[in-house]
């Protein structure tokens, strides 16, 4: 597999991603709002806003002009949320709903990854292939 095609897969299912993320966000909104750490204020606003973040930066991955931006927006959404997954794991953890350690483990050890699939797939980076970073489309810093 080439790495245009592989990048365009990567994206694809980014955008998959992060629509159906920021369709959940709208739609179980209460669910979310459980999940939000208690120093984040008028969480159900928060929790709406980030919801609609996530479709705002699938849009935005889906165009060339806005690509790049919207990478590193969902990238730095990626680690804003980080709290939030480990509110969730500490509150199921306890019992709370269920979702044990198998569910968990994974998505908190993945958010690094799923930042920089933000990165990669939208083409603000080719780390660790090309080992550059782009600032905007064509501007690359080694």
Same mark, same amino acid.
């Given at each position: 597999?080439?790495?245009?095609? $592989?990048?365009?897969? $990567? ?72 709290? $939030? ?58």
């Amino acid at each position: 597999m080439t790495d245009g095609r $592989a990048r365009r897969l $990567a994206l694809g299912a980014l955008v998959l991603f992060y629509a159906v993320a920021g369709v959940a966000h709208l739609v179980v909104t209460d669910a979310m709002v459980r999940i939000t750490p208690a120093w984040v204020p008028f969480p159900h606003a928060v929790v709406v806003g980030t919801g609609l973040c996530e479709l705002a930066g699938a849009a935005g991955l889906m165009t060339r002009r806005w690509r790049v931006a919207a990478g590193w927006a969902l990238a730095a959404y990626a680690v804003c949320v980080f709290p $939030a997954n480990i509110k969730h794991a500490i509150h199921d953890l306890g019992g709370h709903t269920g979702l044990g350690i198998g569910y968990h483990g994974p998505r908190l050890l993945l958010q690094p990854l799923i930042t920089w699939w933000a990165l990669w797939a939208s083409g603000a980076t080719d780390w660790p292939w090309h080992g550059e970073r782009r600032l905007a489309p064509g501007v690359r810093v080694p």
